[in-house]
């Protein structure tokens, strides 16, 4: 950032462009038009009302945080709930049981159960719910006493058939990870996301808490279920794929601001590193399928998704390039206005993490209002924290046809019921 903005103002005394001011004015111009665009969001206000279908497949997951997570569904009464339908894995064979105990005397809970595969369980539950609004989620995801009113709000308009709520991290400050997540997840959902949303075109309505037109996701789930990448069948990356078929059929994606859930996040870095990994191959496959037009030109119709899905790829790269320029700059001496020596080199990389640092901060200043917190102290580690997710993003690129759930203990497919006693 140091250095471009010192480059910037050379360009005015000597009208010359060069790969700092090329990355400094990419950034910038994203953030920028992205700020601008979201400013213009205002979340829906409407008096519709239904009663919804909640489904929650769940793989493997703690049964403490899966018990909070569906009590706090069954607060809800039945006449904004009236069924919860649990997708259990085939090899959690004393699961289901176990739900059926806890909650007997709750008509509402429906327990099927599905071999490994999030795909088949998602399919096993839309086709078992009755309603015509459904909510899908994951088994680590807390709503609370708004979600559900607030989430369905913007199906007044016809059009809509799918909408995303604001996704919090739950325990924001229980730790460096939660509190960088918190930051991260924060300027997605106050920038980028309501960017989106203003032109219907979420493209990823995030599988944490999603409330879909059942019709609309019953009609393309066969293309869910038997997706395939390079000839390789899709494992997971259900929430992406599903969010492209809805809008390849036509149908607006939007995000509601007042719809609020607490999600767990992944307690230790190299399970934050694995979860990178797995969104970012699905990122990267959802994204060369729609731009590469293996479904079709339907994002070329929709401009705003395909800046969106360029812009996954180009960030990326001026990541990249970015490495590049400090490394060419300490073997060569350009851009930065330092020599040669050990004190020299170091001088540059202190400048080049503090302008991270600062152009960091002023980035997520939209949000700083809501954090209040002494954690701050940990906000000078923010850039190493993203040029590990960056490393993420490449090791991902590079294996994106490498199919499996790698923050779960199996992935597969398939499914079968089981009836509720």
Not at 402 to 417: E, L, M, P, V
């Amino acid at each position: 950032m140091i250095s471009g903005a010192r480059e910037i103002l050379r360009f005015f005394d000597q009208y010359t462009i060069n790969l700092w001011t090329i990355i400094l004015l990419y950034f910038w111009s994203v953030w920028s038009i992205k700020l601008i665009c979201s400013l213009r969001y205002k979340p829906v206000d409407s008096d519709f009302n239904t009663t919804v279908s909640v489904i929650i497949p769940t793989y493997h997951e703690d049964e403490k945080i899966l018990t909070e997570a569906i009590s706090k569904i069954l607060k809800y009464p039945k006449e904004i709930v009236s069924e919860v339908i649990i997708v259990t894995d085939v090899r959690e064979s004393e699961l289901p049981k176990k739900l059926e105990m806890k909650y007997s005397n709750e008509d509402r809970m429906h327990i099927i159960q599905s071999p490994p595969g999030k795909r088949e369980a998602l399919d096993l539950g839309i086709r078992r719910s009755t309603n015509d609004i459904i909510i899908t989620m994951d088994s680590d995801t807390y709503l609370d006493e708004k979600t559900i009113p607030e989430i369905i709000k913007p199906f007044i308009d016809k059009n809509i058939g799918g909408v995303v709520s604001d996704q919090r991290i739950y325990n924001p400050y229980g730790n460096v990870v939660n509190f960088f997540n918190t930051l991260v997840e924060g300027v997605k959902y106050k920038i980028t996301v309501p960017t989106l949303s203003i032109f219907g075109n979420v493209t990823v309505l995030a599988g944490r808490c999603v409330a879909y037109r059942r019709n609309v996701v019953v009609s393309v789930l066969p293309e869910l279920i038997n997706e395939k990448f390079l000839g390789k069948k899709c494992i997971s990356g259900d929430d992406g794929r599903l969010t492209s078929l809805v809008l390849k059929a036509g149908w607006k994606t939007v995000y509601q601001s007042t719809a609020i859930v607490y999600t767990v996040s992944p307690p230790t870095w190299s399970s934050l590193i694995r979860q990178r990994i797995r969104w970012n191959r699905n990122t990267s496959r959802r994204t060369i399928r729609a731009l590469l037009c293996f479904d079709g030109r339907w994002v070329w119709k929709r401009p705003v998704a395909t800046l969106h899905m360029i812009f996954n790829w180009t960030g990326a790269i001026m990541v990249g390039l970015a490495i590049y320029a400090l490394t060419l700059s300490i073997y060569t001496g350009l851009w930065f206005w330092f020599g040669y020596t050990l004190y020299d080199t170091f001088l540059r990389l202190g400048i080049f993490m503090t302008g991270i640092t600062l152009t960091r901060f002023v980035r997520i200043s939209p949000i700083l209002k809501y954090h209040h917190t002494r954690k701050w102290v940990w906000f000078p580690l923010f850039p190493m924290y993203l040029i590990v997710m960056w490393m993420a993003r490449i090791y991902a690129i590079f294996t994106m046809n490498k199919q499996g759930w790698i923050t779960r203990k199996y992935s597969g497919a398939g499914g079968f019921c089981v009836k509720k006693s």
